[in-house]
């Protein structure tokens, strides 16, 4: 009988993600497998979905539409901010990537896109977001 993967598994996978430009953004390769729980949101939900049905020792190809990835980029996650709002000691940079704490008290993981006398531009969208993914996975194990 083969056991196929259902929601609520434990499962551990290899994987390499690509852009539409089969530039590679993620893999696992000589690391150890990813493990998650299939169905709890500890990944993306295309890559949720494609592990469902899956069998030990699978591999696919899939492609993850912008609305099952990241989604779409949001202009309004982008914050400008007066240059005097930022730690002295802190020495900025374009790419930097910073956390600062929201309105709730959460973490907002955020970069650095721009610097000026007067401000610094922070991105809070997801470095994937508005872009549509492929992820090559292999089903290791189910738990």
């Known amino acids: ?5 259902r929601k609520g598994d434990t499962v551990l996978v ?8 089969e530039t590679v953004f993620d893999s696992s390769e000589g690391r150890e ?6 169905g ?12 469902l049905g899956m069998v030990v020792g699978q591999s696919k190809l899939v492609h993850i539409p912008v609305d099952k990835a990241y989604g779409e980029r949001n202009e309004e996650m982008v914050i400008t901010t007066p240059v ?3 730690p002295p000691d802190l020495d ?14 959460e ?7 721009e610097i000026t006398d007067i401000h610094i531009t ?16 292999e089903l290791v194990e189910i738990r």
């Open 40 to 51: 709890s949101g500890q990944v993306i939900a295309g890559f949720d979905e494609a592990m």
């Open 92 to 105: 900025l940079e374009i790419g930097m990537r910073l956390e600062m704490g929201g309105a709730n008290g």
């Open 107 to 113: 973490l907002i993981r955020v970069v650095v896109t």
């Open 33 to 38: 497998p990813l493990e998650f729980v299939v």
């Open 14 to 21: 290899h994987y390499t993600g690509r852009l539409v430009d």
């Open 1 to 5: 009988m083969t056991i196929e993967v």
């Open 122 to 137: 922070l991105d809070a969208n997801p470095p994937l977001a508005g872009q549509d993914l492929t992820f090559a996975i």
């Open 84 to 86: 005097e709002h930022v």
